[in-house]
């Protein structure tokens, strides 16, 4: 099974045998689903085989789901929207919700004069598109009394992103962690704007519909969830070994992964009426900007027979958590 997550990126999954041999899946900045079963072990003795693929963004991460090379990922929730908008048949299995501050943000350059939203009228700004951050940055830029017109967002993955904040070809870059983090330890970028305060509908854990309908892909789709919330849990309640893991497996500086797990704390959770409200008011928000062709209908996207297993696994770890207090 190949498992993905993309933004706050990450990778994809296909579930099939045994465990996978390191040398089988590829790492980049954002395995942080992967990085996180890695580190918890939960990876091991499963009945069948996980093959990662990692991804800069969501965008990519739906194309290869929609192509039937992943099986499940998570991420941000707004590219897996405009995939849906775009008919990509795709389940929800849980939701995803960040507790602390997070690494969302706009950054601007050391030393630049741009100390407020309204300043940034005129300014270029890079985004990598049909991110959470997307969302985030369109209301934010609302909220400061500019329009998307107002502006010059470039759609440039992360490290472009980065290029271009860097070398003054942007004014401003909006990205997440451990991108933020990197860059505020290593290229001194400040941030401008923290956005999980401005608007924060949570992430998505899901899944292609083709998988869910293949009797055994869809056991090992139930097991692999419970899974991944065990491993989040685990990194959760490990800050310090799971900065060294984030460190290593990334192949960013300690400072960097320290400063981005002081600030996470992210959870699952069943997928109920009020989370299927915010993505829907998400869906409608890039449909009145004209950004979709038509908003897709939310409710018809979640795989309710998933909220069972999400919610007893949760709710496990939550117990764990205060016994091991």
Known sequence: MTAARAAPPGP??????????ADTYRRRLRASLHRALLAAGEDENTPYKIKY????STQPLTE??????VDIAAGGET???????????????AATRERRLGGSAILVREGSP????????????ALPYYTHQHYQLAVALKQAGLSWDNVKVVNLDTAAGSAALNGKHADAFVVWDPNTAVAQT?????????????????GMLYAPSAALDDPSKKAALRDLTRRIIRANAWVNERPEAWAKSISRLSGIPLAAAGLQVSRSRSVYEPVGKPTVAAWQKEADYFKGLGQIPSAPVVKDSVQGDFAPVVEKAAAAVSDAGRGGR
């Open 12 to 21: 994809g999954f296909r579930l099939s045998g045994p465990a996978v041999p």
């Open 64 to 69: 290869a789901l929609r192509a039937g090379r």
């Open 186 to 202: 290593q290229q001194h970028a400040r941030v401008l704007k923290p956005l999980r305060p401005v608007i924060d509908p949570p």
């Open 53 to 56: 693929a990692d991804f800069d």
């Open 79 to 93: 590219g897996v929207l405009f995939a849906m908008a775009n008919k990509a048949e795709i389940k929800v299995l």
């Open 114 to 125: 741009i100390r407020g939203l309204a300043q940034l009228k005129g300014k270029t700004i």
